[in-house]
């Protein structure tokens, strides 16, 4: 298990940024692939966007493509996602996860072993 503690959500209008960050406390963080979910009143959680151990490799959902960047620095054991042209569907309960997946970055939640408390992001319309 990896704690991981989320921060930087907030409301926002709608074509606003923000950045959310995922800090883990565990000296093993640059072993685990990262990734953010969210999960929307009365939906399913839903993957958002995953990044390899190393940094090199992302991967993204459709729905956030060209909109999202998902980024990590392992010396200071955080993830983070920035978020722009922010719109009123983007808004949830955002979570970050820690997996073990050493291949291309996972995106099925059944992946990920440790889960954040999550962040609500609001964006107005």
């Known amino acids: 298990q990896v704690p991981l503690v989320e921060s930087g959500g907030g409301l926002v209008q709608a074509g606003g940024s923000l950045r959310l960050s995922c800090a883990a406390s565990?000296?093993?963080?640059?072993?685990?692939?990262m990734g953010w979910f969210r999960q929307a009143p009365g939906k399913e959680r839903e993957f958002v966007a995953s990044?390899?151990?190393?940094?090199?490799?992302?991967t993204y959902a459709d729905s956030v493509k060209g909109r999202f960047t998902i980024s990590r620095d392992n010396a200071k054991n955080t993830v983070y996602l920035q978020m722009n042209s922010l719109k009123p569907e983007d808004t949830a309960v955002y979570y970050c996860?820690?997996?073990?997946?050493?291949?291309?970055?996972?995106?099925?939640?059944?992946?990920?072993?440790?889960w954040g408390q999550g962040t609500q992001v609001t964006v107005s319309s």
């Open positions: 996860a820690a997996s073990p997946d050493w291949g291309p970055p996972p995106a099925e939640p059944s992946d990920f072993h440790s």
């Open positions: 565990v000296r093993t963080f640059s072993t685990y692939a």
């Open positions: 990044i390899s151990w190393s940094g090199g490799t992302t």
